[in-house]
């Protein structure tokens, strides 16, 4: 029985070390990206291997009239923009793309234009094309068809009305505010002649991430899918910040950046129309 008051011995230190063991803190919860991984985009195991010659970033002009016209080969990017123009932030991505000597196509906001016509036209002024985002940038999937075909018409109308006698240079492309759209106004815009060009890589530049995280978080996705049509927005410094260095890693893995342009002439007939409504 002696071995009786030794158990209860035992029993009662590691009770008392248990109650006096500080409780373990939670974890702080992290924030997104805060502690993503930065991609080593410097070894060769990351290049991909893709045909026709190194050197040049330029790739081949698309000629869009339908959806059916956005398909990339491998190795093939679109460079896309939204929500700007935006003093500060759209010159300096103009001129990073002229000195790569890339175009690229931008989603301009009514309302931005409105405020920034002379934005709206250097970007047409240096080759670029422009499209439309809406006036107010809503999400239209919450509104009613009436009211977000009026949204996206009024929208047009300020674009138009910045471009000034270069109104021919906007295109019958479109983009939905958030990603957000509806069937029925995705055939309203295809009865119009207008093409919905849907991203297919997202940057996520619109969340708190420094610029090599946007740019790392990019070309790997790129990487894995081999091609894409890739969102970036023009108001971002980060994305502003990090572009020179993306376009150098997209030559060094042998990508090509290529422009999407209409097919024919009739924007210039869609915008005419918009304007006189």
């Known amino acids: 029985m002696r071995l009786f008051p030794a158990l209860v011995a035992v029993a009662a230190t590691l009770i008392l070390a248990a109650c006096t063991t500080k409780p373990k803190q939670a974890e702080t919860p992290k924030l997104a990206f805060a502690a993503e991984k930065r991609a080593d985009l410097s070894q060769p195991g990351n290049i991909m291997s893709f045909p026709g010659p190194r050197g040049t970033l330029r790739g081949r002009t698309i000629r869009v009239g339908n959806l059916s016209d956005l398909i990339l080969a491998r190795g093939e990017v679109v460079l896309t923009f939204d929500d700007g123009p935006i003093p500060g932030k759209t010159p300096s991505i103009l001129n990073t793309l002229d000195r790569h000597g890339v175009k690229a196509t931008f989603f301009t906001v009514g309302q931005m234009a409105n405020a920034y016509p002379h934005l709206v036209r250097d970007v047409a002024a240096r080759g670029h094309t422009i499209a439309t ?112 260095q993306f376009l150098d890693d997209l030559n060094k893995r042998g990508f090509k950046v290529v422009h999407l342009v209409p097919r024919s002439r009739d924007a210039e007939a869609l915008i005419v129309a918009a304007v006189s409504q």
């Open 133 to 244: 985002h809406t006036q107010n940038h809503p999400n239209l999937a919450s509104m009613s068809f009436e009211s977000a075909v009026a949204e996206i018409d009024k929208g047009k109308r300020s674009v138009a009305a910045a471009l000034g006698p270069n109104r021919s240079r906007i295109a019958p492309f479109f983009r939905f505010p958030y990603l957000a759209s509806t069937a029925a106004l995705r055939r309203h815009l295809a009865m119009q002649g207008t093409v919905v060009v849907d991203p297919t890589v997202d940057s996520k530049d619109y969340f708190v991430s420094t610029p090599d995280q946007v740019r790392a978080r990019t070309i790997a996705r790129l990487e894995a899918k081999g091609s894409g049509i890739v969102l970036f927005h023009d108001i971002h410094s980060r994305t502003a910040s990090m572009l020179p």
